[in-house]
C-alpha cells in the first residue's frame, strides 16, 4: 500500500459524457471518477466532483438507478482573460444499476474537498425464523 | 491501445509500404480532429491540469484537486515560476471491501507553472474550496500595463 501511495498521478482527462441521456441545458458534462466498494453490511461509493458545492449535488436513486448530477457554477473572475485551458468546466452525471436492495431511510451523503462519499446501506435480510410446529 | 483496437493491422500488404503508412496517417489525423475539445488536445501532459486566466493586476492559476487537504499542498512561487505539489492521499477502506470500480488516484504531483510575465512572489493568495485549488498571484509592479497620458 505504502508503495502505491507513493507513486506520481498520472495526468486523466476529464471524460465527457457520451451517453444516451440527451442534455435540455448547454453545457459540457463528464463523468466523474468513482471508486465503489461494498462491504457486507453497505455500498459505499466515492466520486471525484471538483467545484460542485452541495447544493448543486443532485443523487437521485429510483427503482435500482441511482442517479448523481453536479452543477458546477462558472469561476468567479468573469473579466479575467483566459491564457491557458487545460480542462473544463462542466456537469457531472453518472448513473448506475445497484443490484442490491438499499435501505432508502438511512442513505448517507457527505461532499468533503470535492469528493463525494455515498453510502447505501444494505437492507437487511430477513433472518430465517424456525417455525415451531405445535402438536396438540 | 485504442489505436489498435480501431486500426487493426493489415492482413493485406500494400504494394507500396507507404502507402499503408499513409493511410495510417491519415486516420490518425482525423481521429486527432475529433476527439476531444482543443483543450483536452493542447496540455502539459503532468498533473493537476491548470488554467490560467489573467487580468490587469494579477493572474488566476486553478486546478482540479478533489480530496486533497490544504495541508498536503505545497505551493511556492519565485519571480516568474509558480511550483504546485502535493500528495493526494486516498485513506485505505475498512478490511473486507469488495471494490466494483476503482477509478480515482491516489499519489504524489508537482508542477511549475511559468507564467508569462514577472510576478510578485509576496503577493500570492492560495485558496482551495470545494476541489479546486485558486492561486491569485499579483503581477510584479514592472509588468502591470500602465495608462500613458498623452501630453498636448
Do not use: C
Amino acid at each position: 500500500m505504502a508503495d502505491e501511495q507513493s507513486k506520481d498521478i498520472k495526468v486523466r482527462e476529464k471524460q465527457e459524457v457520451t451517453g444516451p441521456a440527451e442534455q435540455t441545458t448547454p453545457g459540457l458534462v463528464f463523468t466523474p471518477a468513482v471508486d465503489i466498494f461494498e462491504t457486507e453490511k453497505e455500498i459505499t461509493l466515492l466520486a471525484d466532483m471538483p467545484g460542485v458545492k452541495a447544493d448543486d449535488l443532485n443523487i437521485d436513486l429510483r427503482e435500482n438507478i441511482l442517479t448523481l448530477t453536479g452543477d458546477v457554477a462558472p469561476s468567479e473572475e468573469t473579466n479575467a482573460e483566459p491564457l491557458l485551458v487545460e480542462y473544463e468546466y462542466g456537469r457531472y452525471y453518472r448513473q448506475f444499476t445497484l443490484s442490491q436492495v438499499i435501505d432508502q431511510d438511512r442513505i448517507d451523503a457527505q461532499l468533503n474537498e470535492g469528493v463525494l462519499r455515498l453510502t447505501l446501506p444494505k437492507v437487511e435480510k430477513a433472518a430465517p425464523r424456525k417455525i415451531a410446529v405445535a402438536t396438540g | 491501445m485504442i489505436y489498435r483496437r480501431f486500426f487493426g493491422f493489415p492482413t493485406v500488404r500494400a504494394k507500396n509500404p507507404f502507402e499503408e503508412l499513409d493511410r495510417l496517417r491519415r486516420h490518425l489525423d482525423r481521429w486527432y480532429d475529433n476527439v476531444g475539445t482543443p483543450a483536452q488536445r493542447l496540455h502539459a501532459g503532468v498533473f493537476p491540469l491548470i488554467n490560467i486566466t489573467e487580468d490587469k493586476d494579477s493572474y488566476y492559476v486553478s486546478a482540479e484537486l478533489p480530496g486533497v487537504k490544504s495541508d498536503d499542498l505545497d505551493i511556492q512561487a519565485t519571480a516568474a515560476n509558480l511550483a504546485i505539489s502535493g500528495e493526494r492521499k486516498i485513506a485505505a477502506e475498512a478490511e473486507g471491501a469488495r471494490y466494483h470500480r476503482r477509478e480515482r488516484e491516489a499519489g504524489k504531483f508537482s508542477r511549475l507553472v511559468e507564467l508569462p510575465d514577472e510576478i510578485d512572489p509576496d503577493k500570492v493568495e492560495a485558496k482551495l474550496q470545494n476541489g479546486i485549488l485558486t492561486v491569485i498571484v499579483s503581477k510584479a509592479e514592472i509588468a502591470k500595463p500602465r495608462q500613458i497620458a498623452i501630453s498636448s
